[in-house]
């Protein structure tokens, strides 16, 4: 059986919390035999025109993507917008206003790690910002490791940034029903980003997906970097009970921040139908 085509829909640069340039990452990308590639930064799409141009040059199919941070039933959701419109004036402003809300949140970030004898965080996270729009708990992840505080980017999350943790602060994204609204004002299709990291029980997650699907949701990542084999037999079966388009991505991040490199993901099971079917 002739293999399918490499399809890697998730991934990061500078524009977000990556630490790969939007260029450096598609020809990372394509070195690594990915031939279709999205860049999906977090609440941003500064990074697609340069990548865009990148892909062009070495003859990598291109997909203009984003992942947008919601808020649902108390827990952070992510989902990804694919064949997004970067010009659309709704997702541009939508966008900018869930990044105001990450620059607000990350002063209460450094007010509460401050409290905790840790110093200097809103600084040393924007040492490791390159896109003074978009701050993340990656970035202060990165400041923690530089200062000795934990040995690595995982071990900032476990002390630090997770709920109950001292650097912790809870946010209120965007609403499922905007987040969903913004991707499809420019014909994007929105994608349930690595459902098996949420802290949801099987009904609640049965309740999200249908709510995600009344809402104009149509795929969810099936194979991704946060998924366990078991978890590709599962995700599979809610793709299929949910008639919800099944996509693979790696959610790279960086060389050695990620356990899985660009492209390098299992292909998805030859049964479902993925969210490239009619592209
Ligand atoms: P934020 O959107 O700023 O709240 O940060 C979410 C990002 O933090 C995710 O996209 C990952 O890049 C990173 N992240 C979340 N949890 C972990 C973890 N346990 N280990 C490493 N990185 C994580
Ligand atoms: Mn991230
Ligand atoms: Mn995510
Ligand atoms: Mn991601």
Redesign the pocket.
Known sequence: MPRAPNYDLHCHSTAS?GLLAPAELVARAAANGVEILALTD?DEIAGLAEARARARDIGLRFVDGVEV?VSWGGI?IHIVGLNIDPASARLQQGLQAIRQG?TERAKKMAQDLARVGIPGSLEGAYAYVDNPNLI???HF?RFLVEKRYVND??SA??HYL?SGKPGYVPHEWATLQDGLAYIKAGGGMPVLAHPGRYKLTRSEMRKFLGEFKDGGGTGIEVVTSSHSAEQYLEYAILAREFGLLASRGSDF?GPGESRIDLGMLPDLAADLKPVWHDW
């Open positions: 919390d977090h941070s952070t990450r993340g708990r990656t992840a980017v995982k999350f476990q997770v991040h």
